[in-house]
């Protein structure tokens, strides 16, 4: 099975600057996609973005983008001008592109605290 | 579109108890999924369907049982309840195996 690891269980960052969330994830597949989701207290989750494995360019998504680097396996989401609704825990999600299950593979999550 | 709904939003059951939790879609989705997120640990999949009539296991089954007779819904059911299954529970649906998932609100259940 995969695995998805996120190394940083805590981070911070000041409003306004920007900052870097981790994610390693293990597999020997070459087809798959990534994901970001958001959980603030409401407990909704809420995606952020997502990145196919074949597609070179990171993806974007306004204040938020992604380094993924393939053959690290790495697949890091910064947040850019860090505002207040931004604070939230952040899993990093792995889907494998092959085969019919409906497979998904989380992180234990990142709790980010955005200080005034 | 109300995207995935779940009832109860909280629920407390006493050992041995069983209990559904329903979920229902409307976006017409045919994969849908039942996690449970507990402290430290991310979401780990329990049951998931790829479309009416068909599901399968996931990471953590033991204890659970789904079934899928119409696209829209897609209840868990506890058969016996223990302490062990005080968690936060979601449903998600996704339209195909590739796209990303939509997650309902989730249930607080404890077990006393």
């Known amino acids: 099975a995969q695995t998805v690891t996120q190394s940083q269980p805590e981070m911070s960052v000041q409003e306004a600057e920007t900052v870097t969330l981790s994610c390693t994830y293990d597999?020997?597949?070459?087809?798959?996609?990534l994901f970001w989701y958001k959980q603030p207290p409401s407990r909704q989750m809420i995606l952020v973005i997502r990145q196919e494995a074949y597609k070179q360019q990171n993806a974007t998504e306004n204040r938020f983008s992604v380094n993924f680097q393939k053959a690290a396996k790495s697949f890091s989401l910064k947040i850019s001008d860090s505002q207040l609704g931004d604070a939230a825990m952040y899993f990093c999600a792995y889907r494998s592109a092959s085969g019919t299950g409906n497979q998904f593979y989380f992180g234990t999550g990142t709790s980010l605290t955005v200080i005034p | 579109n109300a995207g995935v709904t779940q009832t109860p939003k909280f629920q407390v059951l006493k050992t041995g108890q069983s209990m559904t939790l329903q979920c229902a879609q409307d976006m017409n989705h045919e994969y849908m999924s039942w996690y449970r997120q507990d402290p430290g640990m991310g979401l780990r999949l329990i049951h998931y369907s790829v479309g009416a009539g068909i599901t399968d296991q996931g990471e953590v089954p033991n204890g659970y049982n789904v079934s899928r007779s119409t696209t829209e819904d897609f209840p868990l059911r506890l058969l016996s309840a223990a302490p062990s299954q005080t968690s936060v529970y979601f449903c998600?649906?996704?339209?195909?195996?590739?796209?990303?998932?939509?997650f309902g609100p989730g249930t607080r259940l404890t077990v006393l």
């Open positions: 597999t020997s597949e070459s087809d798959y996609y």
């Open positions: 998600a649906s996704s339209r195909t195996s590739y796209n990303e998932q939509f």
